[in-house]
């Protein structure tokens, strides 16, 4: 069977999505292609845009004073990728600042209204608070999840649920509550407590997807209160901070219902997988796709291409039982790294799975051949993070890749997400910022080179 | 008031220490167990596990004739801690097959005694149908049986034990000196790693059961000591590749063997000569390669699993030169150091986890007679903790609504031990969540362990729960067993996530050296979830790197 498609994208995570919606947005027919449901709906469901540098321990501000001192420091960071369309010196900043914004007004506009909406901005880094009572610098969070204000009286409760060990309120009550007495800060008393919710049946293996769907059920969010009530009159809790289970379909009502019954502010932390957030942003954002007759082929693997000139003319795509040939006149790799299968490695050393393009370390330079340990460093958890994590294509100016000569591999090959080299997320707390903004600009440069034919 | 005198002082937590400890206490010895780490946290925790009737040493019939009794006496006292595993020696050559032939003489001698079958030669085919994964060019192979125990339990369980009959243990405690009186030990100076203080405990009597640290301690007592540092590296799949042992000739015609083990296979091992500290090594690139390449020619998929980590250990051969590793004696030699000049102190040197029981009946003697005690050795025939019972793992997965796998994975650990703690679960139903998923372990095991196994750090339960050492290595239960230890011990918050980050390091030791294929999506999710979102590369600023990442 075959496709015809204006734009292909390979990849069905923030960077792909985003590089959809915004090819679409400028007209042109879109086919997504996912193997699985990737790395985005693992996440936490923040929007980091840029918290550190490598190895600094200051996080930034805001987003825009991490966009100016990566562009200034990293030439090969894709954020000055997407600064570099100005030829003069020292406006790479602005224009990825421009970019970058344009990128956040996008999703948010993707998002309005959906239970994934989103807030926050590149003026102010927000301090989200994770299920383990760290704080994480962020750029934007999906409304249910941002910390309240607090004051010297209020009274924060952490709250867990019995039988779901993902998050343990008196470790993570303790942790945050050491972390604000360090920086003297408020809120100055913190208690926690735990809830057995008896409508699962069992109290133990209670997943935090399970607990978000019993909230969408109607009288399940007011149960949720009646049981949480007596807690709160018990610690005189002023905001609760609860594992991120507010619902799937309706987290901002849900929200409400807790807070109007409780006479509390109520938010979520930030969580490991199983995520609720990270699944909320999946499918807000397939939704928005669906809304803009995008076609998400689940289940879907690029397997091979064929090639005619300097064009990609054919994707060849595997699934249950059958192949399908994508015929596209532009192409987006929007694959992730190690976790989306994007990048590969083995002992003999790193590579592009699909067009096998070369894999460069942060600072754009070869790994060829060079053993993946040779890309760590002896510390698991460090704040200069490991190169391995850096590695990926290089590419020109428009997010084309480049092949191993440093030419542009093919005119219609774009690429989005954390395929590109140069940038080291886990560490900078980038991660989902330089996937929205490189598919958003992946998408827009895909578009447009339709119409320059 | 805290004991200070005691008949024997037994350093070491090893196969060996524990093992003395117990036939110590046992025969009515006040006894003292001193362990810088953890129970059975270096060589012993490094091994395969299985208690080997002799496959490697067939030119030592003595020893053979010993480990063919031990694996008997194991069976008795701890069967519910051990497996028995079919092993194939697939022949892809008439070479390979002329060597098979003492072997199976040997070992089909004392085959009856074990309750196993002769040594059988098998056809291509019916090694095919036992082992599909096996090459399918082979000639021949040869099939045998040999016991596997679990050796973190086995250590474990002989510590318990020596505490049950009088013993005291005490991890995390190391001798800095041994102290002297005319011309003979007195005691030893230690050093508590937990509460960083000082003291001393008083003895006429000393083992040391330190394996590869033997020649230090020794050292300690101005006692002269030599032994053959040897290590070996394991390779660790993630899956069953086989499920059944292989063994098979390497690059340069040693023996090396790939077992099921858990959930996983085992590949080893390498044996090179070593002066490096035994806390600093990784495996290299070259072991690995080397054990892979071995293995391909027999088990032509081996590359497709993914390697989740290596392990590395030292043997403390008995010092013998200028002969290759094989060909040092598997047996062990016990150095009375009175004709150096210190009396009432005993070295251990070489000796094999099949013998450990053998080895304390042996030193045990020897303390006896010194000290003018007659009490007969019982170690062979009253059984360890849990084995006094079957275990009924059908009933008991069905009465507390728990997955028969996870009841049978407990149980394997446990023994009777499992009815006490499910039974826990009965005032607290939401202990049996799953803690690690991989394994599984649910939470019920974790509390009673700290309870009753005296575990100081996530590492500590790793050892007696196998928590984090599925294929996942941690990654989705570290946390969750940091809260859990946190609450029990009621840590600090910084310690509780320092403890966190310490476990993750140790993990990430023998992940590093081997990092290929799908493992680099599984160290992506590591990275995700400890530092992208938890933040925790900013939030412990005061960690401490490990011996083995001194060049970071």
């Not at chain 1, 699985?36 to 936490?44: E, R």
């Not at chain 2, 013998?320 to 150096?340: A, F, N, S």
């Not at chain 2, 020897?366 to 793992?393: A, F, M, W, Y």
């Not at chain 2, 196998?466 to 941690?474: E, F, K, L």
Request: contains cysteine; aromatic residues 6%; glycine residues 8%.
């Amino acid at each position: 069977m075959e496709l015809e498609t204006d734009v292909l994208v390979i990849g069905g995570g923030m960077a792909g999505l985003a590089a959809a919606c915004s090819a679409a947005d400028a007209g042109a027919s879109v086919i997504v292609v996912r193997k699985g449901h990737g790395a985005t709906a693992d996440s936490s469901g923040a929007i980091d845009i840029a918290g550190y540098l490598p190895g600094g321990n200051t996080p930034f501000q805001s987003g825009r004073e991490g966009l100016r001192a990566i562009t200034g420091l990293f030439p090969y960071h894709p954020y000055s990728v997407l600064g570099q369309e100005s030829t003069e010196t020292g406006s790479q900043f602005e224009k990825a600042l421009e970019r970058v914004e344009h990128s956040v007004n996008m999703l948010k506009k993707w998002l309005s209204g959906t239970p994934a909406e989103t807030i926050g901005s590149l003026e102010r880094n927000i301090s989200a608070v994770t299920v383990l009572g760290t704080s994480k610098p962020t750029s934007l969070l999906q409304k249910t999840m941002l910390p309240p204000d607090w004051d010297d009286d209020s009274i924060l409760l952490f709250e867990g649920f019995a039988g779901n060990p993902d998050f343990n309120a008196v470790l993570a009550a303790k942790t945050f509550m050491a972390e604000r007495a360090r920086v003297g800060e408020p809120p100055k008393k913190i208690a926690d407590s735990e809830l057995t919710l008896s409508p699962f049946g069992k109290p133990y293996n209670v997943s935090p997807v399970e607990i978000a769907r019993h909230l969408d059920h109607p009288g399940g969010t007011a149960f949720l209160a009646d049981s949480l009530s007596k807690d709160v009159e018990r610690t005189g809790a002023t905001h609760i901070a609860l594992p991120p289970i507010l619902g799937l379909k309706t987290p901002a009502e849900n929200r409400r219902i807790l807070e109007d019954r409780l006479d509390v502010q109520v938010f979520e932390l930030l969580s490991f997988p199983p995520s609720v957030p990270g699944l909320r942003l999946l499918r807000s954002l397939d939704n928005t796709l669906a809304g803009l007759d995008v076609r998400i082929l689940e289940a879907h693997e690029a397997m091979n291409y064929e090639q005619s000139g300097n064009r990609i003319v054919r994707v060849q795509c595997k699934t249950h039982h059958r192949s399908l040939d994508i015929l596209p006149d532009s192409v987006i790799l929007a694959s992730g790294k190690f976790i989306g299968g994007g990048i590969t490695g083995s002992e003999n050393g790193l590579s592009e799975r699909l067009f096998g393009l070369p894999v460069v370390s942060e600072d754009w330079t070869s790994t060829d051949g060079i053993r993946p340990q040779r890309l760590t460093r002896p510390i698991s958890i460090n704040s200069r993070g490991h190169a391995l994590f850096a590695c990926g294509v290089a590419v020109d100016m428009h997010l084309r890749p480049l092949d191993g000569s440093g030419n542009t591999f093919a005119e219609n090959l774009f690429s989005a997400g954390s395929v590109l080299a140069g940038y080291n997320y886990p560490v900078e707390k980038s991660g989902l910022g330089v996937a929205l903004a490189t598919g958003v600009f992946a998408g827009t440069n895909a578009a447009h080179a339709l119409q320059e034919e | 008031m805290t004991k200070t005198d005691y008949d024997v002082i037994v350093i070491g937590g090893g196969s060996t220490g524990t093992a003395v400890a117990r036939d110590c206490a046992m025969r009515g010895l006040s006894t003292l167990l001193l362990e810088r780490d953890d129970i059975a946290s270096a060589t012993v925790g490094t091994c395969a596990g299985m208690i080997s009737s002799g496959l490697k040493y067939m030119e030592e019939p003595d020893i053979v004739d010993m480990c063919s009794a031990e694996v008997v006496h194991f069976n008795h006292i701890a069967r519910h801690i051990i497996a028995k595993d079919p092993i194939l020696t697939p022949m892809l050559e008439m070479s390979d097959l002329s060597t098979g032939g003492n072997f199976a003489e040997e070992y089909s001698k004392r085959a009856a005694e074990r309750d196993v079958p002769p040594v059988l030669f098998l056809t291509p085919e019916d090694s095919l149908e036992i082992e599909p994964m096996l090459n399918p060019e082979i000639i021949a192979s040869m099939y045998f049986e040999e016991f596997f125990i679990d050796p973190f339990r086995l250590c474990l369980l002989q510590a318990l034990d020596a505490q049950r009959h009088g013993a005291d243990v005490k991890t995390y405690t190391e001798v800095t000196d041994i102290l002297l009186e005319k011309g003979a030990v007195r005691g030893v100076k230690v050093f508590d790693r937990t509460t960083g203080e000082t003291s001393e405990f008083i003895s006429s009597t000393i083992v040391n059961a330190t394996g590869p640290w033997a020649h230090k301690i020794a050292a300690l007592a101005e006692a002269p000591l030599e032994l053959r540092l040897n290590k070996g590296a394991h390779v660790i799949l993630d899956r069953r590749v086989v499920n059944v042992g292989i063994v098979t000739k390497a690059v340069d015609g040693r023996m090396i063997y790939l077992f099921p083990h858990e959930n996983t296979v085992l590949l080893g091992t390498t044996a090179l000569d070593t002066w490096e500290d035994p806390d600093t090594l990784t495996a290299s690139h070259d072991e690995i390669e080397y054990l892979i390449k071995s293995m391909e020619w027999v088990v032509p998929s081996i590359r497709d699993a993914r390697i989740i980590r290596t392990m590395e250990g030292v043997r403390p051969l008995i010092a013998t030169w200028k002969v290759p590793e094989d060909d040092v004696t598997r047996g062990y030699e016990i150095v009375d150091h009175k004709t150096d000049g210190v009396a009432g102190l005993f070295s251990f040197t070489g000796g094999k986890l099949v013998m450990c029981r053998h080895m304390a009946e042996a030193v045990t003697d020897l303390v006896c007679e010194k000290l003018g005690i007659e009490s007969e050795c019982r170690t062979d025939k009253e059984p360890l903790p849990g084995n006094e019972d079957d275990v009924d793992v059908l009933a008991l997965a069905e009465e507390y609504g728990i997955s028969q796998h996870t009841v049978e994975r407990m149980r394997a650990r446990r023994g009777t031990e499992t009815r006490d703690i499910l039974a826990l679960t009965r005032d607290h139903p939401s202990w049996k969540s799953t803690i690690c998923t991989c394994e599984p372990v649910i939470e019920a095991e974790v509390r009673y362990s700290l309870r009753n196994e005296f575990p100081q750090t996530i590492n500590d339960l790793r050892r007696r729960l196998r928590v984090g050492t599925g294929p996942c290595q941690g990654t989705f239960c570290t946390y969750k067993v940091a809260a859990i230890l946190a609450e029990e011990k009621e840590l600090d918050s910084s310690v509780a996530n320092l403890e966190l980050l310490n476990y993750l390091a140790e993990r990430w030791k023998g992940k590093r050296p081997s990092m290929r294929g799908q493992q680099l999506a599984q160290e992506e999710v590591v990275q995700g979830l400890y530092a992208c979102v938890a933040n925790l590369d900013r939030v412990v600023v005061n960690y401490e790197p490990g011996p083995w990442e001194e060049d970071a």
